[in-house]
């Protein structure tokens, strides 16, 4: 059972471009939607994490934008650099505590030049 | 501050055969989880520890086990393997929803 839906799997933006990548979640509990960037032979890192009570939520090239009625969240990424490649991750946790974080399958990123 | 560290990196074992992991949460940290990320997949929740009991368990058979020690490390067995159980470990700990991840552990069953 896939809770949290990601896409595109892969995409590939020129140097300077919008990276968008978009996801969708089922369990209307879920009020923790963070971004997860990983780096090969790295865990995952923490990038920007947004509540539904938001619909937007900007950290300096990076955008969450949340549509609570859709169930839908959306990562872009402007001005895209080649330090960007990496794959990002979707995910979304019940807020209130220790929680499990349940992950889209990923969007592996490649920004050349 | 170290961070969230796991060892062994790398794990090379054969079917049948048990293997243990282990993580050291960051400082401060007293929440342990841990994942399982087959390759090209997110990683997937396999079980959590809070004041060294179980708190919560993904959808893993019950070859997975783990413990947690009074200074809030812990460990992740996993007995009988299988080819399937190829993967990266990863151990995280948190503060509330925030969930820091340490580099993980590479498991390789031939």
């Known amino acids: 059972q896939q809770q949290v839906k990601q896409s595109p799997q892969s995409l590939i933006v020129q140097k300077g471009g919008i990276s968008i990548i978009n996801c969708a979640y089922e369990?209307?509990?879920?009020?923790?939607f963070p971004w997860y960037q990983q780096f090969p032979g790295k865990g995952p890192a923490l990038l920007i994490a947004i509540r539904p009570d938001v619909s937007e939520k900007k950290e300096g090239r990076f955008t969450i934008s949340f549509n609570k009625s859709a169930k839908q969240f959306s990562l872009h990424i402007m001005d895209s650099q080649p330090g960007d490649s990496a794959t990002y991750f979707c995910?979304?946790?019940?807020?209130?505590?220790?929680?499990?974080?349940?992950f889209g399958i990923g969007t592996k990123l490649q920004v050349i030049p | 501050d170290a961070g969230v560290t796991q060892s062994p990196t790398h794990l090379i074992k054969t079917r049948g055969q048990q293997v243990t992991l282990r993580c050291s949460p960051k400082s401060g940290h007293d929440t342990v989880s841990w994942y399982q990320q087959a390759l090209g997949q997110g990683p997937q929740f396999i079980f959590q520890?809070?004041?060294?009991?179980?708190?919560q368990r993904g959808n893993f058979p019950d070859r997975f086990s783990g413990h947690q020690f009074p200074n809030y490390s812990s460990e992740l067995n996993v007995n009988a393997l299988l080819l399937g159980d190829s993967a990266l470990y990863l151990c995280?700990?948190?503060?509330?929803?925030?969930?820091?991840f340490g580099p993980g552990t590479r498991l390789l069953v031939l």
């Open positions: 520890y809070y004041e060294e009991e179980e708190r």
């Open positions: 995280a700990s948190g503060v509330s929803e925030t969930q820091y």
């Open positions: 369990n209307t509990a879920f009020d923790y």
């Open positions: 995910a979304a946790s019940l807020s209130g505590g220790y929680q499990k974080v349940t």
